[in-house]
């Protein structure tokens, strides 16, 4: 049996819209946070036993308050402003303001493990307070000084089906010596906020598109062959990272612009990832495209 030897690779997604009982949460694209030192998740589960015709009868468990800490060589300034909801100003600077409010985050890592493989893990929904400044004069010997920060998570509002069974996630974690392991999830880990497979295991069928200039200089276009089933959209996203292709019914969590065939598609440069979905009215998956833009298709 392995055991956790390490952790690594600390990522982060701002959620930009919250999500409700009956539509998905949208994060940004997650954003590297490197120097991770160490992680403590405590759910704070507590378990209750009740006593009849004197002895222990019955036993009950349930999810306390999710305290997650974790310790990082810096949080740096942009770190601060994402995940404790600060301002940056012209010079560069943060400014900590009494009315300052940090936004809901995802936060992903993994553990390596004795064997070689690792753990993956997200968790979904919290928010981070400032940490504690801690400092001390340099003596003859080096102390490293480094930030600890503490926030407390919850669970998702919105319920997945998973095995007949409808759950309200608040972590995902995904062991790479598991005999199931997907290894396309594995890999794309880092680069989406990565839900819970649900019952839908067919791919989503590939859009077919035709990528063009556009119309105004530095766009480029994509007509879209047929159009978006009753009560579906489609809308697009440019990124530097690729998105997997979804499964049918896979919530989408990427945030997404709502697109009409063959409109422009502006801040657009050569190397980005053009990802185009139909999506349901709850933003999950029903088709999918992805290019990768060469000069050829900008104006």
Not at 19 to 46: C, K, Q
Not at 51 to 66: Q, R, S, V
């Amino acid at each position: 049996m392995a055991t956790r030897i390490g952790c690594d690779n600390l990522v982060y997604a701002i959620m930009t819209t919250e999500e409700t009982a009956t539509t998905n949460a949208v994060y940004d694209v997650p954003t590297a946070a490197p120097g991770v030192m160490s992680i403590t998740v405590n759910p704070n589960a507590s378990q209750e036993t009740l006593f009849a015709d004197d002895g222990p009868m019955e036993t009950a468990t349930t999810l306390g308050k999710i305290e997650v800490e974790i310790q990082k060589n810096e949080l740096t300034t942009q770190n601060k402003a994402d995940l404790l909801g600060h301002a940056i100003d012209a010079d560069g600077a943060l400014v900590f303001g009494d009315s300052d409010v940090p936004p809901f985050v995802a936060i992903g890592f993994r553990s390596l493990k004795s064997n070689g493989e690792y753990r993956y893990v997200w968790l979904y929904k919290g928010k981070f307070t400032d940490p504690e400044d801690k400092l001390e004069t340099k003596g003859d010997g080096i102390s490293f000084q480094s930030d600890t920060f503490k926030g407390q998570f919850v669970k998702l509002s919105k319920p997945v089906t998973v095995n007949g069974r409808s759950i309200r996630p608040w972590k995902y974690e995904l062991d790479g010596d598991h005999a199931g392991a997907n290894e396309a999830a594995m890999a794309s880990w880092f680069t989406a906020v990565a839900m819970p497979s649900t019952s839908a295991t067919a791919l989503a069928p590939l859009l077919t598109v035709a990528i063009a200039k556009g119309t105004a200089v530095g766009s480029t276009k994509a007509t879209i062959t047929g159009a978006a089933g009753a009560g579906n959209r489609f809308a697009y996203m440019l990124s530097t990272v690729t998105v997997p292709q979804p499964s049918v019914g896979d919530p989408m969590l990427l945030p997404l612009t709502t697109y009409a065939s063959a409109a422009d598609i502006t801040g657009a440069a050569a190397g980005q990832i053009l990802t185009i979905l139909e999506v349901t009215a709850a933003n999950t998956a029903v088709k999918y495209y992805t290019h990768v833009l060469e000069a050829a298709d900008i104006l």
